[in-house]
């Protein structure tokens, strides 16, 4: 591998991906990240978090019910 960084160990399911938003959000909330270590890195993160919670609405009614607090 080029660069001498290890790849991260990509997991492969739904529930990893809404895990990794959830750790985001936590992080964000709870652990004191206030985009002060590495803004453009804690933006990013965020910026995707909200992306694929917004597309999880738009894709699948279930979630839009849950999202929207009609649940």
Known sequence: MSGGRARPHCEQSVQALFGMVRR???NLFHGGEYFDDNAKRNQALVQ???TIMLLAVEWD???NVFFEGRA
């Open 48 to 50: 995707e978090s909200i």
């Open 61 to 63: 009614k279930a979630v």
């Open 24 to 26: 985001v959000r936590n």
